[in-house]
């Protein structure tokens, strides 16, 4: 019981940490979002604010790992007695929700992200395209000077 209660207590500080780490994860993806709808796309930063996510990200599937080990050994113990951890079932329902609602809040903050990053990309390749059609037509011209492809019709109308 005692063990149990041990447990119970790691449970509840891992799903502490959990929502810390989310509260970063959402903080850090609000940042990408400023970065995203600038007029000028920082790729340095946005790179540095995904190293940072991949960490946070990490962390918290290990969160996750454990928490589901440490619940398997005290599952039984637990819903058996219910009454006795009635306080602490409560307090880590209420962080489980608010995980939950934090994890939305990502989920909607990089929705954002991902259409202002793709408004932003366009933008950039279609500078990219156009050059790229730009020398395309430009060498092709050259190429067809180069090799004598003048014909009759492009010196004079035929029509008399």
């Known amino acids: 019981m005692d063990q149990t209660k041990t447990y119970v207590?790691?449970?509840?500080?891992?799903?502490?940490?959990?929502?810390?780490?989310?509260?970063?994860?959402?903080?850090?993806?609000?940042?990408?979002?400023?970065?995203?709808?600038?007029?000028?796309?920082?790729?340095?930063?946005?790179?540095?604010?995904?190293?940072?996510?991949?960490?946070?990200?990490?962390?918290?599937?290990?969160?996750?790992?454990?928490?589901t080990s440490v619940y398997e050994r005290v599952r039984t113990e637990v819903i058996g007695n219910q009454d006795v951890y009635r306080a602490e079932l409560m307090t880590m329902q209420n962080l489980i929700r608010s995980c939950v609602d934090i994890g939305m809040q990502i989920e909607a903050v990089e929705e954002r992200n991902r259409q202002a990053l793709t408004k932003a990309f366009s933008k950039s390749f279609r500078g990219v395209k156009q050059a790229k059609q730009s020398r395309k037509a430009a060498s092709q011209y050259y190429q067809n000077m180069a090799n004598g492809a003048v014909t009759d019709s492009m010196l004079y109308d035929r029509k008399k």
Not at 22 to 33: R, S
Not at 35 to 51: G, L, P
């Open 9 to 67: 207590t790691i449970l509840q500080e891992s799903l502490e940490r959990k929502e810390r780490y989310l509260l970063e994860l959402l903080e850090l993806t609000k940042e990408q979002e400023t970065i995203a709808t600038q007029k000028k796309f920082d790729e340095n930063a946005f790179a540095d604010v995904m190293e940072k996510k991949d960490i946070l990200i990490h962390n918290v599937n290990e969160i996750d790992k454990g928490f």
